[in-house]
C-alpha cells in the first residue's frame, strides 16, 4: 500500500469539500461558489477543492491562466482569509506558483491525510491507484519542460484553443453502474477510516467493511458540494 509523505492536517467543523467544477465558459459554478464564500453567503471554516474545479489550468500555459485570470484572483484572495486546500486533478495541476498560499497537494503526494477527533481521513482527487501506463503519462502530461515546450509551440494559441473547444463540448456527467464495484477496489489502496475523492462525478458514499467511501458530487454536474457538520459529511446544493 502506498503511503502518501505528509503531515495530518485536523478537518475542522463547518469544512466544505469542492470537486469537479470543471469551470470554463459553460460551466460557471465554480465562480459562483467562491463569489458567495467570498460574500458571506456560504459559511465554512476550510475549504478543500478536490480536483479538476478548471477545465484546464497549468502553471506554464499562458493561455488558460489568461483565461481564469478572474478565478485564480479571486481564490488566491480567499486564501488570505480561509485555509485553503487544492488537491490537483488530471485538468488542472503544477498550480503551486499560481496559488502561493494555498496548501497545493501533487498527484504523487495524494492522499492527503486528515485527523478528526479519532477517526484517520484520507483525500484524493481520485486518479491515482490506476496503473503504471497512467503515471507514466501523468508524469509526461505534468513535465513542466514539455508544458513549456508546448507553450512554444502554440502560436496564435492555436493548440490551446482547440484543447479548449474539445473540452467545452465533452460530456463529463455519466451514471457509472459499476461504480460500487470500483469503489470496492479502491478502499483497498486505503488504511484510513475515511476515504474521501473526486474525480468520478457520482456523488455516492459507500460502508464497505470498517471503511467509509464518499464521492464527492461533481460541482458542474451535480450543482452540490459536501459539508462536514456535526460529524457527519452532507451534500448541499449550490
Not at 470543471?22 to 459554478?29: D, F, G, L, S, V
Not at 459499476?178 to 488504511?191: A, D, G, I, M
Request: contains cysteine.
Amino acid at each position: 500500500r502506498v503511503r502518501a509523505i505528509n503531515l495530518s492536517f485536523i478537518l475542522k467543523d463547518e469544512a466544505i469539500f469542492i470537486a469537479d467544477s470543471h469551470y470554463n465558459k459553460k460551466n460557471q459554478e465554480f465562480k459562483i461558489i467562491l463569489e458567495k464564500i467570498k460574500n458571506s453567503e456560504i459559511f465554512c471554516s476550510q475549504i478543500f477543492l478536490m480536483g479538476d474545479n478548471f477545465d484546464f489550468l497549468s502553471n506554464e500555459i499562458k493561455y488558460f491562466k489568461n483565461r481564469n485570470k478572474d478565478i485564480i484572483e479571486l481564490l488566491n484572495s480567499l486564501s488570505d482569509s480561509f485555509e485553503i486546500f487544492y488537491l490537483e486533478g488530471n485538468h488542472d495541476y503544477n498550480l503551486s506558483k499560481i496559488f502561493p498560499k494555498i496548501k497545493v497537494v501533487k498527484r504523487e503526494n495524494q492522499p492527503l491525510l486528515l485527523k478528526y477527533e479519532d477517526k484517520k481521513i484520507a483525500l484524493s482527487h481520485g486518479d491515482n491507484f490506476i496503473n503504471w501506463h497512467y503515471n507514466l503519462y501523468c508524469k509526461i502530461i505534468r513535465n513542466s519542460y514539455f508544458l513549456y515546450f508546448l507553450n512554444f509551440l502554440d502560436i496564435n494559441f492555436f493548440i490551446s484553443k482547440k484543447i479548449e473547444k474539445a473540452l467545452e463540448n465533452k460530456n463529463i456527467c455519466h451514471n457509472l453502474n459499476y461504480f460500487e464495484e470500483l469503489v470496492n477496489k479502491r478502499v483497498k489502496n486505503y488504511t484510513e477510516d475515511i476515504i474521501i475523492e473526486g474525480h468520478y462525478h457520482q456523488a455516492k458514499s459507500y460502508k464497505i467493511g470498517n471503511q467509509e467511501y464518499i464521492n464527492i458530487p461533481s460541482l458542474c454536474c451535480q450543482k452540490s458540494f459536501t459539508r462536514f457538520k456535526n460529524k457527519t459529511f452532507l451534500n448541499e446544493n449550490l
